[in-house]
């Protein structure tokens, strides 16, 4: 039977500690906590720290860093992390234009599940989503959980090009690209919000724990705030 949390090495210059095996919030919470809490105490040689569903990453210099002894400490701070400590969820409200080229894969899914397209979009947008981590693409969110009769796998053949703003589902969850990327998600709207600007000292829009509220807006809505965004 597996403890944890556990420590798994990951190469010569990390560790990832797991707190669990399941996609859940109270394991998320208890992961970002913990992130956090390394990231306060500013350990000498770390460089970096990658929280995700129900682990964190420990990167450091192996030639400042003695393994062994700093995995002890990373354990110990572990097992008196709790999730309580990641912090009030901050919320942030997502306007999206549903359908038209901007989802292209709507109607597809609509048909699929046996739902009308204001079916699908009505319990898209009937939930708080959390964002378990990012990753993918800088900014990326994974967010969950969608509710189960609009879920969906992903495509097949992934598109070549997929315009930044595009929301999708690929299984139980949901998320925004961030950039133009390749990507099989199956995209039912687009938002006109920046999710990641690289020109801004604070680059992304997410953090892990946040929770998300989708809301849908209409073809001039979503035109309008292009533009604003644009002369941002």
Known sequence: MITYPRALPAG??????????AIEPALNARTIAFARAVEALRFPGV?????????????FDPLAVDPLPFRQRLLSLAETTTGT???????VIIPVLYGWTEGPDLEELAASAQLSIPEVIARHISVEYRVYMLGFSPGFPYMGVVPASIAAPRLAEPRQHVPAGSVGIAGSQTGIYPQDSPGGWRLIGRTPIRVYDPTHARPFLFEPGDGVWFVEIDRREFDRLSAQNKEA
């Open 12 to 21: 010569d210059s990390g560790w990832t500690i797991e707190f669990g095996d």
């Open 47 to 59: 460089s970096d720290i990658v929280p995700t569903y129900r682990s964190a990453t420990i990167y």
């Open 85 to 91: 400590t990641a912090g009030a969820m901050r919320t």
